[in-house]
């Protein structure tokens, strides 16, 4: 079966710098990758989602994530955190079964230090 | 905009009580989840569907239930509320694909079993 490890369940970063949240997978096909933001009181949006057609994918909010077989890793970035970007991050691997389920990682608060 | 609308973002209910989530989509998705969310467990899936009157059990169904009369309606059930059913529920839907399409998630209801 498909999972997803996030590396951190809090990270703390100072506005400006460089966000950078873990994910690994295991898998034991070429997943279909995901990476969802969860703000308080709210439902989780998608930030962006590998699919195989390139490994360095550009989503919403000035977010991107790079796909690396070889580490099996699929770390989500962005270069100058925002105060807004405060929330729950969450990594997710398609399960490759034909069906359309999804397994989450537990998830990674991210703040952001004034 | 995909819309999924979860009729109630915060229900209180006692102790064996019969509960009833809906959950309602206007895209005309195929794909419908239930998932439970709770503090440094991620979202764990308790039901789908992937067509009307069609209903998979996910990974924690057990004292739930589900019901999908109408392709856009997806009622989640807790027969008999317990304590331990305190939490926050997620609904969310999505299209049939090959395991890419990312899935719509609705604000969540949190339920408190009182």
């Known amino acids: 079966a498909q999972s997803v490890t996030q590396l951190g369940s809090h990270v703390s970063v100072s506005e400006g710098a460089l966000v950078l949240l873990r994910c690994n997978y295991s898998?034991?096909?070429?997943?279909?990758l995901f990476w969802y933001v969860q703000y308080p009181n709210q439902g989780l949006q998608l930030l962006l989602k590998?699919?195989?057609?390139?490994?360095l994918v550009k989503g919403i909010n000035g977010f991107e994530a790079e796909f690396k077989k070889s580490e099996t890793s699929f770390h989500l970035t962005k270069p100058s955190a925002h105060m807004s970007d405060a929330a729950e991050y969450f990594c997710?691997?398609?399960?490759?079964?034909?069906?359309?389920?999804?397994?989450f990682g537990t998830g990674t608060r991210l703040t952001i230090i004034p | 905009d995909v819309k999924v609308t979860q009729s109630s973002r915060y229900l209180v209910k006692r102790t064996g009580e019969k509960v009833f989530l809906e959950c309602v989509q206007d895209?005309?998705?195929?794909?419908m989840f239930w998932y439970r969310q709770d503090p440094g467990l991620g979202l764990r899936l308790i039901y789908f569907?992937?067509?009307?009157?069609?209903?998979e059990k996910g990974d924690i169904p057990e004292g739930y239930s589900v019901s999908r009369e109408k392709k856009e309606r997806f009622s989640l059930i807790l027969e008999s509320a317990s304590t331990n059913q305190t939490s926050m529920y997620l609904c969310?839907?999505?299209?049939?694909?090959?395991?890419?399409?990312?899935?719509?998630f609705g604000d969540g209801t949190r339920l408190s079993i009182l």
């Open positions: 895209m005309d998705h195929e794909n």
């Open positions: 569907s992937y067509d009307v009157k069609m209903k």
């Open positions: 969310a839907s999505s299209w049939t694909g090959e395991g890419n399409q990312p899935q719509h």
């Open positions: 997710a691997v398609s399960d490759n079964f034909g069906n359309e389920k999804l397994t």
């Open positions: 898998s034991s096909v070429p997943p279909y």
């Open positions: 590998y699919t195989s057609a390139a490994t």
